[in-house]
Structures are given as C-alpha cells and as structure tokens.
C-alpha cells in the first residue's frame, strides 16, 4: 500500500457517489473527510447504502449548506478553506 494521506472529498454534485469514494478511500487507511455542498442531501441518500458505508468506515459528514446544520456540523467559508489547504489531495465530485 502507498502512504496514507488526508484527503478531503468535496460532495457538490454527486452526493452518493462523493459518499462511495468517501468510504472506498478508507479501505487504504487514508484519514478522510467528506463536505455536502451546492444543496442539502435528500432522504433517500441519507438512508443509502453509501450512508451505511459511511458509518461503518467512520466517516462523520460535514456540510456548507446552511439548511443541514441541524444534521452535521457546518463548515464556515474559513474553515471549509482551511481543510482544502491541509488535505494532501482533494476530490470534487
């Protein structure tokens, strides 16, 4: 296996696929974060399968869409930032 990195998955406009990548990424013990963005995330891919990967490999979502704040913590503009520049690789799906 390559080096772990610490890599920041950006779910903007697939968000069950961004939730796949997510969870696969930990299967090589990169340390991953996932960010919801562009819109809130619907029922139907809260309760997905990928949603069951996500817990399992222990990924705890974070989001930019005001509207999820209730659900998982929300990222300001600064910190949303601040984890693109500390990620070793970044994903935008």
Known sequence: MGDKKKVLVLAR???LEAMRVAAG???F??????????RPVTEE???SEQAELLEL?????ETT???MKEF???LSSGKLAGAIVTAQRVVNL
Request: aromatic share 4%.
């Open 25 to 27: 990424l930990t299967i």
């Open 29 to 38: 013990g990169h340390e991953v974060r996932l960010v919801f963005m562009a």
């Open 72 to 74: 998982l913590p929300l």
């Open 65 to 67: 869409v005001s509207e």
């Open 57 to 61: 490999s222990g990924i705890e979502p």
């Open 45 to 47: 891919i809260g309760t």
């Open 13 to 15: 406009r697939d968000h």
